[in-house]
Nanobody, 115 residues
Framework: QVHLVESGGGLVQAGGSLRLSCAAS????????MAWYRQAPGKQRELVAA???????SYTDSVKGRFTISRDSAKNTLYLQMNSLKPDDAAVYYC?????????WGQGTQVTVSS
């Protein structure tokens, strides 16, 4: 059974940094395609960053150069390093693992950015 638990959210001033973690069980993070999504109030959930099983990464344009997705095989954990945070980055951030036909989600972690 797949279980994803996010942590690391919080309140940060604009320009600050946070690192989100997604501890996984039931899968091997280092060989899995995974992603980070976010959802702000009144908006649709959007893909922020993804990593393939082979380690290739991709980012939505608004976070390129500021966010980095990575993983730690020893801890079986996915990360999202977020630098130069902006108020528009405020949202609930979700860890995602997709294997046909099922999407697995964590409970989310709130990121709040003060201007």
């Amino acid at each position: 059974q797949v279980h994803l638990v996010e942590s690391g959210g919080g309140l940060v001033q604009a320009g600050g940094s946070l690192r989100l973690s997604c501890a996984a069980s039931g899968i091997i993070v280092s060989i899995s395609a995974m992603a980070w999504y976010r959802q702000a109030p009144g908006k649709q959930r959007e893909l922020v960053a993804a990593i393939t099983s082979g380690g290739s990464t991709s980012y939505t344009d608004s976070v390129k150069g500021r966010f980095t997705i990575s993983r730690d095989s020893a801890k079986n954990t996915l990360y999202l390093q977020m630098n130069s945070l902006k108020p528009d980055d405020a949202a609930v951030y979700y860890c995602n693992y997709y294997i046909v036909p099922t999407n697995y989600w964590g409970q989310g972690t709130q990121v709040t950015v003060s201007s």
